[in-house]
């Protein structure tokens, strides 16, 4: 149980594209699901919370419409790299915090490497 | 505000022992810690909550000491599969909070 998966795995794509990061919690329902990045021997960084049915709440320093993110279900968040810069090019991995659940635990996706030329 | 990992790496031999320690100068609900291998997210290894309980899985072990605000990692008899980067994620309260990460300690288990 407790499996979250992230779609694509790897992307690389041009300055100036946009690209869109699904996060999805296959067996389990998650209300808030988080987006962090990590760079290379780095820790995670937490980018936002997103929070099913609402506006998503981020971190200091992280621009809210350069990192689009859409919590549209229990079970999907979507985070959109818009206008993607070299500097963009990183790992970025979601994690889901299941709905109920007893300890707050979070389960993270397997990341999508974003490269981008 | 980030949890202070201790030490920063470590080199062990199959069979020895190591412990991973983790401070936060604020107040802790809950301790949590995961393994990451390279180029892949993070794992769940377990969750310490306020109580000062200590936890298991297999041979990995930990504590939470609330007064002190810190955890410690628990490794014994490591195997060549513990080698990666260990980082503990810190609450603050029971509310639905993000982690906030460490710097991670990279562990290497040699042969």
């Known amino acids: 149980g407790a499996v979250v998966s992230q779609h694509p795995s790897w992307v690389i794509c041009k300055s100036g594209t946009s690209v869109k990061i699904e996060c999805r919690s296959l067996d389990f329902q998650a209300t808030t699901m988080f987006w962090y990045r990590q760079f290379p021997k780095q820790s995670l960084m937490l980018m936002a919370t997103s929070n099913e049915g609402s506006k998503a709440t981020y971190e200091q320093g992280v621009e809210k419409d350069k990192f689009l993110i859409n919590h549209a279900s229990l079970t999907l968040s979507t985070l959109t790299v818009t206008s993607a810069h070299p500097e963009d090019s990183s790992f970025y991995i979601c994690?889901?915090?299941?709905?109920?659940?007893?300890?707050?635990?979070?389960?993270f996706g397997p990341g999508t490497r974003l490269t981008v030329l | 505000q980030q949890p202070v990992q201790s030490p920063q790496a470590v080199i062990l031999r199959e069979g020895e022992d190591a412990v991973i320690n983790c401070s936060s100068s604020k107040a802790l609900y809950s301790v949590h810690w995961y393994r990451q291998k390279h180029g892949e997210a993070p794992v769940f290894l377990m969750i310490l909550l306020k109580g000062g309980e200590q936890k298991g899985h297999e041979k990995i072990s930990a504590s939470f000491n609330e007064k002190k605000q810190q955890s410690s990692l628990y490794l014994t008899a490591s195997q060549l599969s513990y080698s990666g980067t260990y980082f503990c994620g810190t609450e603050p309260n029971s509310g639905n909070t993000p982690l906030v990460f460490g710097k991670g300690t990279r562990l290497s288990v040699i042969a």
């Open positions: 994690s889901a915090r299941p709905s109920g659940g007893a300890f707050n635990e979070q389960f």
